[in-house]
């Protein structure tokens, strides 16, 4: 990054960086990609942004996988991290960064964050020694307090074995000597900051959760475990028998890609491009993230993000799809059944903050046929054939249109005899890209892509009811005028659409918009308002237009792949 502070900000997006114990599957994906979409959301926008994610290696539950499996855990971590940095490739997340907490670089940021917290901070308010009696579960890597266990019955063994109430995982009560953050000195301090920003958690909902849990359970926080029982981690500094929990060690993720530790310490000048914008992560590590992060960098005087994401889960057959559950989707596979500007499309139309979501292959069936093949596809393919354009390319027609005909159809809004079906368009081409901005505003990918499909579903119901295919055949004036102002308003639609959809299907809508013969400098949101791009499709893309209604086809073809 630019050290000067001249330079521009980066819009700054993270996604959590994922264990290693095992592979990847359909809710990591569902992240990554959630990230990526925001971050090109921005791009398109015209903004510098910058996409983080990377995998979490250290921990009691990496140094028990590697064991099982009987592999050293650098060579165990090496082998899994490969997978989620492969599955961000093969998904086309644009990423600029992929960190390993077993980097280097991190651990001397985490180290350094450490002394900062055992000797820059005033009396009171740094860490301190002390015993830790508790309930841990290795499967969440934390401990629950007293009143959040619950007894419960193994089936197939009738063993008694204590659970946490909240996820279900087995704990076992542990006592040791740890170093212990002073999490309760910071309570008031997290309470006013929510009170002051009650937008910072979206949605507001899991807002309420956190400041509940702050004002009712917060204890200390317990951030090393004897080395003796966890050997895999980051020793903690000055002593050689403690080492880092990890999720401090974790969280710590998002600034060493800022520089933190090398770059910068403890000034807040030349950040860049700290804080982050926004961090995406799921509703099972919000506690982690909406507590003990914002009071850690309250610890150090650092800014705090400027918004969580929480997403809910991806269940299958109504259970969380998770790895300790074993009721996981490869998201490998998937991509190959459905392709992966489909399968984006699924997981974001989908996706929800507000509940969780089923994932099937029926339901991605369905949302393929109805929003992609019968939809946007169809808009493209009704009127980009022959039989409706004549002998024209649509961006050909469009440019006819442009050269012959715009100023005379300008002038036909304004006549009352002009047939008022031929401008029922208008209005959803002008309120289509206003909507979506809002929703993206609001992170709400689900509600942003609605709007692109009632766009398309108005284009289509347009096409029907103006039955270009009868025009053509007219050769009168008004027939020809009539003709092209529906392949043009159309043909807006689809440029429209396809500008807004680049985040979401980065392949298919530059498929799209080449086929337009949209430059590629006028692909911003800015041109994604109706008549705001003068002369696409005056630049046509080389080959004969039967080649490029061929390729088109094949966009959403009946089978994905
Ligand atoms: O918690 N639906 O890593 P993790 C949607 N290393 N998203 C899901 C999901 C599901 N069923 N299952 C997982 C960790 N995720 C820590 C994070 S960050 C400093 C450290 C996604 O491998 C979701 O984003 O268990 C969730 O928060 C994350 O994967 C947990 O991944």
């Known amino acids: 990054f630019g050290s000067s502070s001249e330079v521009e900000k980066p819009y700054y997006v993270t996604t959590p960086i994922f264990y290693v114990n095992a592979s990847p599957h359909i809710g990591h994906l569902y992240s990554m990609v ?230 910068w310490h403890l000034s807040q000048e030349n950040m860049s491009p700290w804080p982050a914008d926004v961090q995406v992560i799921g509703k099972d590590i919000l506690r982690f993230h909406g507590v003990y992060w914002p009071a850690l960098l309250m610890a150090l005087n650092l800014p705090l993000p400027k918004k969580i994401l929480c997403h809910n889960h991806w269940t299958l057959a109504d259970r969380k799809m998770s790895k300790s559950l074993g009721n996981v989707v490869n998201p490998f596979f998937a991509m190959q059944r459905w392709d992966v500007d489909p399968l984006r499309y699924f997981l974001m139309a989908q996706g929800s903050l507000s509940k969780d979501m089923s994932y099937s292959n029926r339901l991605i069936n369905a949302k393929y046929v ?95 009811e103006t039955r270009p295919w009868d025009l053509v055949k007219n050769t009168a004036y008004e027939a020809r005028l009539a003709l092209l102002w529906v392949i043009f308003s159309c043909a807006e639609a689809l440029r429209i659409s396809g500008i807004l959809l680049q985040p979401i299907m980065p392949t298919k809508a530059k498929l799209l918009l080449d086929e337009l013969g949209v430059r590629a400098d006028r692909r911003t949101v800015d041109f994604a308002h109706p008549g705001k791009d003068a002369d696409y499709g005056t630049e046509a893309q080389p080959g004969p237009a039967d080649a490029r209604i061929k390729k088109w086809e094949t966009i959403f073809p009946p089978t994905p792949n």
């Not at 054939?385 to 100023?407: C, L, M, N, Q, Y």
């Not at 929703?439 to 096409?463: G, I, K, P």
């Open 370 to 464: 109805k929003d992609l093949q019968a939809n946007i596809g169809n808009l493209f393919y009704r009127i980009a054939r022959p039989k409706v354009t004549g002998s024209w390319s649509t961006a050909e027609a469009v440019a006819e249109f442009r050269i012959h005909f715009f100023d005379p159809v300008v002038s036909t809004k304004d006549n009352e005899d002009a047939p008022k079906e031929f401008f029922t368009l208008e209005r959803p081409l002008q309120n289509t890209t206003p909507a979506f901005v809002t929703a993206m505003n609001n992170l709400d990918t689900s509600s942003a892509l609605r709007n692109v499909y009632e766009l398309q579903r108005e284009a289509n119901r347009f096409v029907s």
């Open 34 to 263: 959630l990230a990526d979409v925001l971050k090109r959301w921005q791009l398109i926008n015209g903004k510098n942004a910058i996409l983080c994610t990377g995998t979490d290696e250290h921990g009691m539950k990496i140094q028990q996988a590697a064991l099982k499996e009987g592999i050293p855990p650098k060579d165990f971590c090496d082998f899994n991290s490969a997978k989620f940095r492969d599955l961000g490739k093969a998904a086309n997340v644009d990423h600029d960064f992929f960190i390993r907490t077993t980097d280097d670089e991190h651990k001397e940021a985490v180290k350094s964050f450490w002394l900062q917290l055992k000797h820059g901070l005033p009396e009171g308010l740094g860490l301190y020694k002390g015993t830790h009696k508790g309930w841990y579960s290795v499967s969440d890597e934390c401990f629950y307090p007293e009143a959040m266990i619950q007894t419960s019955i193994v089936p197939q063994t009738g063993k008694k074995i204590q659970v946490s109430i909240e996820t279900g995982s087995e704990v076992e009560l542990v006592e040791e000597e740890t170093w212990f953050f002073p999490l309760t000195k910071y309570k008031d301090r997290l309470l006013e900051f929510y009170e002051a920003n009650p937008d910072w958690i979206t949605p507001a909902h899991r807002m309420n959760e956190v400041r509940d849990w702050v004002a009712h359970h917060l204890e200390d926080l317990s951030i090393t475990r004897p080395a003796s029982r966890l050997s895999w981690g980051i020793p903690a500094p000055e002593t050689d028998d403690q080492t880092i929990y990890v999720w401090v060690d974790a969280l710590i993720n998002y600034i060493t890609v800022a520089g933190y530790g090398s770059k």
